[in-house]
């Protein structure tokens, strides 16, 4: 299997869980996590566990950015479809 930030495993992922790629979310700490999941249609939050990872998880296209775990319930909420 290949690794990210081929979007193989994100899909392969959805497919045995049964879900939908677009009512997915990635919750990940590298640009490949990011990266990854742009390519897999499933939305991301970037968890920036050092300061110096924010802004090039907003540059990669994070949805969210967060750099606490604390946040990530919040962050999962607030980006859930209607």
Do not use: C, H, W
């Given at each position: ?10 899909l ?8 939908s790629p677009a009512r997915?979310?990635l919750?990940g700490?590298?640009?490949?996590d990011?990266?990854g999941?742009?390519?897999?249609g499933?939305r991301?939050v970037g968890?920036?566990n050092?300061?110096?990872k ?5 540059g990669?296209g994070a949805?969210?950015v ?17």
């Open positions: 299997m290949r690794m990210k930030p081929n979007p193989e495993p994100i392969r992922a959805t497919q045995l869980l049964g879900i997915s979310v919750v700490d590298s640009l490949s990011i990266e999941s742009r390519a897999a499933v991301s968890y920036a050092r300061p110096t924010a802004d090039p998880f907003r990669a949805d969210v967060i750099d606490s775990m604390g946040q990530l319930a919040e962050a999962l909420i607030a980006n859930t479809d209607s």
